[in-house]
């Protein structure tokens, strides 16, 4: 049985999963104070704390944040799957409970957090370490358990802050600890990150071996979204929450608004910016080998998701426990050069991420007098050279694929789109054309009706996202090197954090507001924001308007960072998850076996999946276990 803080507090000792424990030699006890006597071993520690949280945070499968909001659609077969078990689905389902949550993180990132402290507490015994060093390790220790706070936070709200381990010989009364309002736990966090600046080196001071650690750029960026956080709707006066209080009746949420909030995350973000640019970290762009403009913007776009801790957007980097390749690499059967055994291909983008990308002229589908949105689910065709092996030239092409931005190329494929599965040959071209009709083209499916007992994608769309361009779907694990890593923060996001915090702190947007989100817009090849509105859209005077340009942010936002566990936090920060979250979700006809019948006779998209619900305000925050709340005498969140 979980003892939640009682078990982590109580136990003897709690090490990270390190190969020297195997070292001990006979008949010799090894005790925190003697690990903490020799460097190797204080280091193989600080190590081991980034393999545990590493294994929390980047694995897809139990990740919440990742398949937990309204990105994805999946067929039965995975959606049930025990091998596979993707828990964010069924959270998006609206199945998630306080017995057993799934992708409960609490009581295992209290572990986290007793291992940081037994670190910071025993480091300045090492004897042979200099202090430079000393200094670093403890700073980047702190920033780890700043971070780990905040993912608490975000996830359970208002949490238990450990200052330092307690000891074990206490009453147990003693351990039953209370949860701190939102506003202490904020302030607790930016206070561990302010003591880590002072010692934290620039990302090009380390060695390539600590690519996995903290860097200045790093903490700064995490600063600014802690800050961000803490001034979003769901924390900064919140009604839902306005009487959520401890057992002795102290307030847990303060619900009254403050706006300067704001001011303290944009200033943190310019600062954040400001950090980076010193240094070595930039937006990956310039890409130039391609025919065509679009084909090295897509490039530059794809280049977001892959790192090898060689990225100059990352700041701060992990390596995946588990990726996306088993899940959306397509499914080509009866393709002999293309087919690859281990991929579902049954993991797609929902049609409402479909419809979120913008047009080319980098405006949402229905904005932009340029683009039909009512025929939208009409066939057309495309002519024009631009568009030159991403969508087939003068050929029946529906016209929601059509003058779409190169982030909708880059992350989506759908009929009738291109999509590079490899590198050409003089013998092999690789640059599929995606055929999703029934039966007779590779892409389709090959049942009768829509099976609950197979891989089968239900939707039509298929996650270019995450899988790489330039290896070939056959084979394709064979080409990882297991070095890949998921971007925990990159810098487009701290340019996007500066333009949301600087709009709602200010009355009327200006250049601070602009700027950051141009600099976004420009590596994604669309115009900058306040051209496109004013030239192209039906309603030009949209970005004067802080209310206008929230909604153009928060848009951005949802296109840059899709499908990278970015959407579920923000739906909810911005307290908007009931509204995104309680709808159908939708896609092609896939038994169609001609253009259409699979389009539905244009008559639109029809429902592949209406199970998602959101329950506000319970769902805001995930519950703690039943058990652990049982056992701590804590209060539970509220609805749970």
Known sequence: MKKYLLSIFCAVLLLPGCDYLDMVPEKDIETVESIFEQRTKAEAWWKGIYSDLNTVMTDIRSNI??????????????????????DGLKVADGLQMSQKPYGSLWYRMYIIIRNCNTFLENIDHTYNIDEDDRNWWKADVKAVKAFVYFELVRRYGPICLIPQNMPVDLDVSKYQLPRQPVDTCFKEIVNLLEEAMKYMPMHYQRLSNNGHTFCLEALYALKAKVLLY?????????????????????????KTYDRNKWLLAAEAADKAIEICLQGDRKLSSGYSAKKTKLLNTMYDIENTTFSRFDNQEYLLEWK???????????????????FEGSALGCLSPSMKMVEMYYT????????????????????????????????????????????????????IAGDRMYWQRGNNTLQDDYNLLVQAHKNEEPWGTQADIIVSNT?????????KKHLFSWFPTQG???????????????????????????????????????????????????????EAWRSYSNNPTKVESQVGMRDIIRQECNIEFAFEGHRYWNIRRWLIAPQEMNQKQYGWNILGTTYQSFYNNENGPVVVWSKNKFVAPRDYFEPIDAEEILISGMVQNPGW
Not at 455 to 463: E, R, T, V
Not at 484 to 495: N, W
Request: aromatic residues 14%; glycine residues 6%; hydrophobic residues 35%.
């Open 455 to 463: 891989w089968q994608n239900i939707n039509g769309y298929w996650l």
């Open 476 to 530: 394709y694990a064979n080409n990882l090197q297991g070095i890949e890593t998921a971007a925990i923060i990159r810098l487009a996001e701290v340019y996007l954090m500066q333009a949301e915090a600087w709009n709602e702190y200010l009355e009327t947007p200006d250049d601070r507001v602009y700027n950051p989100l141009d600099e976004v817009r420009k590596r994604a090849g669309i115009l900058p924001v306040r």
């Open 65 to 86: 944040s990742y398949m937990g909001a309204d990105e994805y659609v999946t067929c039965l077969a995975l959606y049930n799957s025990d091998m596979y078990g993707l």
């Open 230 to 254: 803490a001034a979003s709707p769901l924390f900064n006066g919140n009604v839902f929450y306005s009487d959520f209080k401890n057992k002795n009746g102290e307030l847990l949420f303060n």
């Open 360 to 411: 080319e002229h980098g405006l949402p589908i229905d904005a932009d007098n340029d683009w039909a949105y009512g025929n939208r689910y009409k066939l057309g065709s495309e002519s024009s050279q631009l568009y030159e092996n991403v969508i087939p030239l003068n050929t029946s092409v529906v016209n929601l694929h059509l003058k779409r931005e190169a982030r909708f190329y880059a992350s």
């Open 320 to 338: 995946y426990v588990s990726g996306f390749h088993t899940f959306t690499l397509p499914r080509l059967v009866g393709d002999n050069k293309n």
